[in-house]
């Protein structure tokens, strides 16, 4: 087959799948008209958005970020973008050419002790949540923390109340033990959205095999992604490229199955750093860092320039949602055949939501 007949089969399986992306790293100041016109060129129906995207102990904020994200989806609502809390939503996307919003929250301190609010947060559209990001907060301790004790009482009083209201469990920010205990303890399944497996980059944020076996074991799936810093900790991310990312693909494929495999790309196109902002990062979260990152790093902050970009960092051979093509083509040369490839770039996903979700 030539190449030109080999693109255009790429562009026929692209344009029929279901993609959808199960953690966008899009800040609300950056979800805007051109952001969307970059979704739907990528052909992804769905992303999943998160409020707020990194732990936070106050209500207020999170209530009032929440009501910006509100405001932003109002004014979209011209492009055919829409909050969705049902596989349905997702799927009359895809028929309509439009873009589903997920809601969730990568760290719930901010509802502090009263569970009850976990119902306040559904009924305004919240499908899925993390117990923690990075730090030890009152339901139990992140993959940032020196120690690792797992849920707390309140924690495994969260997980039920999750359940009951068929809010989704994600647990790529959890520590080890606390991920286990979730996983144990929760009667639906739950999900690593957007983590990597250890066997081959032994990062923090990424998990053990063991996890992977255990979460899949009761129905949920990994969420490979693909940033640099979970791919490949030994080269700079300039020297990675999506090939590097299918070998974690691979992996979960040969541990586990096809059936247990997503993509979520924590990818913010627009969004930057300053200096400041590094080092404030490297003094909050020293372990989380590595050579390659920070290389890239001090490269900026020795150039004088004033912002460096997160894909310049994390995925320098991605720099929009709008290049998402680039995974089924990936996929069809690692291999994998139009269904599982389908599979992988959504359909996996929309399986677990409507078993959590329900209709």
Known sequence: MTRWNMENKIIEIHKKLTIVDGLSAVYPNEFN??????????????IHVTIPDIECFS???????????????????????????????????KENGGVAIILGSQGVGFIGL????????????????????????????????????????????????????????????????TSMD?????EDPVIFDHSNPKALCNHPRNITDEQIK????????????????????????????????INHIDHVVELVGVDYVSIG???????????????????????????????????FLKSGRKRLYFYEKHMPWMSSTSEMSIFTEALINRGYSPQETGKILGENLLRVYEKVWGS
């Open 265 to 299: 790309t924590d990818l913010a196109e627009e969004h930057f750093q300053t200096p400041e902002q590094i080092l404030e990062g490297r003094r909050m979260f020293p372990a989380l860092g590595y050579k390659g990152s920070r290389n890239v790093e001090d490269e």
């Open 114 to 177: 009263d569970l009850k609010r976990l119902e306040f947060l559904a009924r305004l559209g919240m499908k899925t949540m993390q117990p923690t990001y990075q730090q030890r907060n009152q339901f139990g301790d992140g993959c940032g923390e020196k120690t690792d004790v797992g849920l707390s009482n309140l924690g495994i009083q969260w997980v039920k109340e999750m359940n009951k209201l068929n809010m989704l469990i994600s647990l790529s920010h959890a520590g080890y033990k």
């Open 59 to 93: 209500l207020e904020k999170a209530v009032d970020e929440l009501s910006y994200w509100f405001q932003r989806l109002r004014a979209l609502e011209p492009y055919n973008v829409k909050l969705v809390t049902t596989v349905k939503g997702i799927r009359d996307a």
């Open 182 to 186: 979730v996983i144990d303890i929760s």
């Open 33 to 46: 008209k051109e952001y969307i016109k970059n979704v739907k060129k990528g052909g992804i129906t769905a």
């Open 214 to 245: 255990a979460c899949t074991e009761k129905g949920g799936l990994i969420g490979l992604c693909p940033l640099a810093m979970f791919v490949n900790t030994e080269k700079d991310p300039t020297e990675l490229d999506i090939g590097d990312f």
